[in-house]
């Protein structure tokens, strides 16, 4: 059975400081994705990671996958208030079709 | 183009009381899927299905029933509700197939929030 490990659940950070969020799958996988959710609201789709090694940035959000390592990394640059929510990543198992997700970390970025 | 809809919003049910919510794609999406949402958690998947007229059971599939008639529409039934089944349900719907390096991204609804007293 799959499962999606992610660390930390929770994170307080100041604004303009960097951090990492880590999510470990237990079974292979060739792809993996990463979700916003603001409280109360639905899952936004942030980045769809397909292939070993890959990495996709979208203002001070990179994501990357590492397949063997079966890891991939949120990394969030010189923060602000504006990116505070939970973040989910989600893994496809090998031949499913289905999501597994994460537990979430929830961010909050203080002035 | 909606999108994925839910309906309803909100809901308060009695515990033994039964209900429906649907959850409607104007995609034309193959997948659809169901989760609920718990405090603290990531969403776990209910029930699922591949295309019109086929379910499959989730990791939490236990008290609820689904139905796909039409392709559009994923129908998910609570028939006798309990407190443990207060959650916020999330319909979601993909594209079909899986192929290498294709991204088949999941698309999400608002939301249902259940509540069972």
């Known amino acids: 059975e799959l499962k999606v490990e992610q660390n930390p659940l929770f994170l307080s950070m100041q604004e303009g400081k960097n951090y990492t969020i880590y999510c470990n799958y237990s079974?292979?996988?060739?792809?993996l994705y990463w979700y916003r959710q603001d409280p109360g609201k639905s899952l936004e789709s942030l980045f769809v990671?397909?292939?070993?090694?890959a990495v996709k940035q979208e203002g001070r959000l990179m994501a990357s996958l590492d397949t063997k390592a079966r890891l991939s990394t949120l990394h969030i640059t010189a923060a602000v208030h504006d990116l505070s929510a939970t973040y989910f990543c989600a893994v496809i198992p090998q031949g499913a079709q289905k999501l597994v997700f994460g537990q979430g970390t929830r961010l909050t970025i203080n002035p | 183009n909606a999108g994925v809809t839910q309906t309803p919003k909100f809901r308060v049910l009695k515990t033994g009381q039964s209900m429906t919510l649907l959850c409607a794609q104007d995609m034309n999406h193959e997948y659809m899927y169901w989760y609920r949402q718990d405090p603290g958690m990531g969403l776990r998947l209910i029930h699922y299905?591949?295309?019109?007229?086929?379910?499959a059971k989730g990791e939490v599939p236990d008290g609820y029933n689904v139905s796909r008639l039409k392709k559009q529409n994923f129908l998910l039934g609570l028939e006798s509700a309990a407190p443990s089944q207060t959650s916020v349900y999330f319909c979601?719907?993909?594209?079909?197939?899986?192929?290498?390096?294709?991204?088949?991204?999941?698309?999400f609804g608002p939301g249902t929030r259940l509540t069972v007293t």
């Open positions: 079974t292979t996988s060739d792809r």
């Open positions: 979601a719907s993909t594209p079909a197939g899986r192929t290498a390096g294709v991204n088949y991204e999941q698309y």
């Open positions: 990671l397909l292939s070993n090694g």
């Open positions: 299905s591949v295309g019109e007229g086929t379910t």
